[in-house]
T-cell receptor, first 112, second 113 residues
């Protein structure tokens, strides 16, 4: 059974800092891994999708890397802004089942 | 292009009742997945429908069921509601599911009293 751990669970930083959010998973046989953000009480917004054959994906100030063999993915946020405040979730999709397993997320607060 | 829509957005039900939630996927998307999110368990997969067929099912009791229509719209039903069913129910759509990006709706907040 896939287990996903996200570290840190919470993060509070001043505006402008570069951030690293970590996601580790136990079953490396994944098809892809998706990063989402969730604002309080709202649905999820897709940020980046990394296929199993890829090492990283970039979108604006966001960069996600994937190391399947070690069961790790990292989301890098450059020059953080108050609007980045949200919970960030990673979800690897295990091969064969097409069912994503979600971590508990990293709750991020960026102070002005 | 319109996003994923879910109705209703908020719902209050009494223990023992049943409830039906609706999800309209992005136009052209054939896969719809349902998730339950609670503070205690986090986000958990309920089931996935593709072309009107349930393709995957999570570890939930039979009180949770769903279906998908020919226009890809999906409904999920929860019978004999329990207090523990109080949660945010999210649906997500994707083109074909395998290796595809999922797009989530805003969710339905269900409160069982």
């Amino acid at each position: 059974k896939q287990e996903v751990t996200q570290i840190p669970a919470a993060l509070s930083v001043p505006e402008g800092e570069n951030l690293v959010l970590n996601c580790s998973f136990t079953d490396s046989a994944i098809y892809n891994l998706q990063w989402f953000r969730q604002d309080p009480g709202k649905g999820l917004t897709s940020l980046l999708l990394i296929q199993s054959s890829q090492r990283e994906q970039t979108s604006g100030r966001l960069n996600a890397s994937l190391d399947k063999s070690s069961g790790r993915s990292t989301l890098y946020i450059a020059a953080s802004q108050p609007g980045d405040s949200a919970t960030y979730l990673c979800a690897p999709e295990t091969g064969g089942s097409y069912i994503p397993t979600f971590g508990r997320g990293t709750s991020l607060i960026v102070h002005p | 292009k319109a996003g994923v829509t879910q109705t209703p957005r908020y719902l209050i039900k009494t223990r023992g009742q049943q409830v039906t939630l609706s999800c309209s996927p992005i136009s052209g998307h054939r896969s719809v997945s349902w998730y339950q999110q609670t503070p205690g368990q986090g986000l958990q997969f309920l089931f996935e429908y593709f072309s009107e067929t349930q393709r995957n099912k999570g570890n939930f009791p039979g009180r949770f069921s769903g279906r998908q229509f020919s226009n890809s719209r999906s409904e999920m039903n929860v019978s004999t509601l329990e207090l523990g069913d109080s949660a945010l129910y999210l649906c997500a759509s994707s083109l074909a599911r395998e290796r595809d990006e999922q797009y989530f709706g805003p969710g339905t907040r269900l409160t069982v009293t």
